[in-house]
């Protein structure tokens, strides 16, 4: 039994009490309807009895009661800062819990059916990333055209997103609560909030929050996380031909047993694809071996804003469009040609864009020589080592 429900039980016997007691007074004047003499004109004690033996009697109750008074008052004022924080602490498990509940999926125990939005299917049981197959409709290939492509988006980590974005309601600098009520149009994340046309309110909005909030990982682990992109980055690049192959032989397999001619016509389909895919991926292998810090970096980290087409990155693919030129600009504007240069010009002009990339700018206020922040950009000083962020920057101002 809780506090809580110890309280409740004594409210409900109080109510009771009270509730016999008035019943009790109305039976009883039914009963014996005796008219008794106004109070008014009752004698009282005489003074011998007023000022002595009811007087003391008074003052021992007056004693009693200002000792609670004076025991209760300070033990309150002691308690009352812990009580707070409980609270506060209380108020934000709370939310967490809720939270957990909207974030999660089928295989996660604080799954809820009706409630369940299914967050971890797309950004992993533990945010910490993941990816999600996606169609992509023939006018977002900009042909009407052309056949709809199944493709694999890759889906960001969450369990670092507050080393990369502020959020902090007392400056009214909102960026995650932003992203997860608008979502990113043009990407497979919806929007949730009602104010961006989703299904949730502000309360769940901030529930998702709180909850991310608790899965944060540790600073060293947000940092490792960026070299772990790295790694798994030269792994799809070294590896993609083994599966280009691999999706080729498949492909030949259910050509010989096709028993229409549509099968036959789309199973070779595949198999050019799949042609297609090992040569690519053997080009892109070869890229990316010869890849310095910077460029690996800004694809990592950078490039799935500023690189359309970035996210669903499949060399082994000969199906699915290959990414535009790096840095040519999707969600973030393009930084090729001179744009960099002049945004942030001069040798002076690489501390400005360590400051914008490292720290980024308040929303509204100007970055840059002609920029204004929108709040979109993420930061990365407290993920990447003031030599990485240079490193991006050396490699920007040269694409
Ligand atoms: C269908 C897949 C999908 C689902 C479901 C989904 N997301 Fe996303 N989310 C994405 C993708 C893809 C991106 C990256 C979009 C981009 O490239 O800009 C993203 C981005 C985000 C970002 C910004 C991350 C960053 O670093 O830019 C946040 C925050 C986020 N999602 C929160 C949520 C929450 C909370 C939920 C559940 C209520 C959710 N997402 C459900 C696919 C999904
Ligand atoms: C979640 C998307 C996102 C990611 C990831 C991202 N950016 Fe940006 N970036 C933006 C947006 C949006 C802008 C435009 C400024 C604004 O809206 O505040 C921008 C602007 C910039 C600018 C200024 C361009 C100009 O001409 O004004 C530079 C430089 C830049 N980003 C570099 C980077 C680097 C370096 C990284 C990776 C370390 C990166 N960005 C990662 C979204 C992103």
């Known amino acids: 039994m809780t506090l809580r429900t110890l309280l409740i039980l004594i409210n409900i016997a109080a109510v009771l009490v009270i509730v016999v007691i008035i019943g009790a007074k109305v039976l009883s004047v039914r009963r014996e309807p005796t008219e008794r003499p106004a109070s008014n004109r009752t004698p009282f004690y005489d003074d011998d009895v007023l000022e002595d033996a009811h007087l003391t009697k008074v003052l021992r109750w ?13 033990l309150y004022w002691l308690l009352e800062p812990s009580r707070q924080d409980q609270e506060a602490k209380g108020f934000e498990d709370r939310a ?6 909207l974030y999660a999926n089928k295989n996660m125990p604080a799954y809820e059916g009706a409630k369940s939005l299914l967050c971890a299917d797309c950004h992993g049981a533990d945010g910490g990333g993941g990816s999600r197959s996606f169609v992509l409709a023939p006018d977002a290939q900009g042909d009407p055209k052309a056949t709809p492509v199944q493709e694999v988006w890759q889906v960001p980590s969450l369990n670092d997103i507050f ?28 929007a949730w909030g009602v104010a961006g046309g989703g ?30 992109k790295i790694k798994d980055y030269q792994t799809l690049a070294a590896t993609s031909e083994a599966t280009a ?13 096709a028993q229409t001619p549509e099968q036959r016509a789309k199973y070779q389909g595949e198999i050019e694809a799949a042609r297609e895919g090992i040569r690519r991926s053997r080009a892109y292998a070869d890229e990316v071996a010869q890849m310095g810090q910077g460029e690996l970096l800004f694809n990592t980290q950078c490039a799935r804003c500023h690189t359309k087409g970035w996210s669903t990155l499949d060399p082994s693919n ?9 840095g040519s600009g ?3 504007p393009s930084l090729r040609g001179d744009s960099v240069e002049s945004q942030f010009p001069g040798e002076t002009g690489k501390q400005k864009q360590y400051d914008w990339v490292a720290v980024g700018a308040e929303v509204n206020k100007a970055y840059g020589v002609r920029g204004i922040s929108s709040g979109k950009m993420p930061h990365f000083g407290d993920i990447l080592s003031r030599a990485q962020i240079d490193a991006i920057i050396e490699y920007e101002r040269n694409l």
Do not use: C, H
């Not at 529930?207 to 772990?228: F, N, T």
């Not at 192959?245 to 047993?257: I, Y």
């Not at 199906?319 to 535009?324: D, G, K, S, T």
């Open 62 to 74: 007056t004693l009693l009661f200002s000792t609670i008074v004076a025991i209760v008052l300070p």
């Open 96 to 101: 967490v819990e809720r939270g957990a509940v």
């Open 163 to 190: 080393y990369r974005y502020t959020e902090d309601p007392t400056t009214m600098v909102q960026q995650v609560t932003d992203i997860i009520t608008y979502g990113r149009p043009g990407t497979p994340m919806p």
């Open 199 to 228: 299904p949730k309110n502000v309360q769940s909005v901030s529930d998702l929050v709180a909850y991310l909030r608790s899965i944060q990982v540790s600073p060293a682990k947000a940092r490792a996380a960026a070299d772990q």
């Open 245 to 257: 192959q691999t999706n080729l032989g498949d492909a030949q397999k259910k050509l010989d047993e």
């Open 318 to 326: 000969g199906f699915v469009p290959l990414p535009e030129p790096a």
């Open 330 to 332: 999707a969600l973030g």
